[in-house]
């Protein structure tokens, strides 16, 4: 019980963030995919920023899980064609919906309610690929 709360403690705090730093605002989503602000492309480079800082540190300190298991970063071989169909499919849908999957849920709770159309039609993504990915090119 303990562990739930401090997880959503946590997605309080990262909702919260996201709200504040205007991260969830379809207009911000926009004036990014139109190249009229640089605010979103500030916030996903400090993103990237940070999490390769992270995966240094971690492989660097060998730190481990909050468990005690050892963290495995196996690299993996890179496959274009995949990257390029899953990175336009993703873009796509920001495009369409003005929200990636966190800023979904934290639309839904800031009251947007359409949102949870967005949500839903994720979630059954998720299970689509779940269900036809042995059939897919991996």
Known sequence: MKKNLFFLVIGVVFGTILTKGEVISWFRIQEMFHFQSFHMYGVIGCAVVVGALSVQLIQRFNIKTIHGERINLEKKPAQYK??????????????????????????????????????????????????VKDKLPH
Request: glycine share 16%; charged share 0%; proline share 6%.
């Open 82 to 131: 995949a990257h390029i169909l899953g990175g336009t499919l993703f873009g796509m849908g920001w495009a369409l919906t003005g929200a990636c999957p966190a800023p979904i849920y934290a639309l839904t709770g800031a009251g947007y309610y359409p949102m949870i159309t967005v949500l839903f039609s994720a979630v059954m993504g998720t299970f689509t690929y779940a269900l």
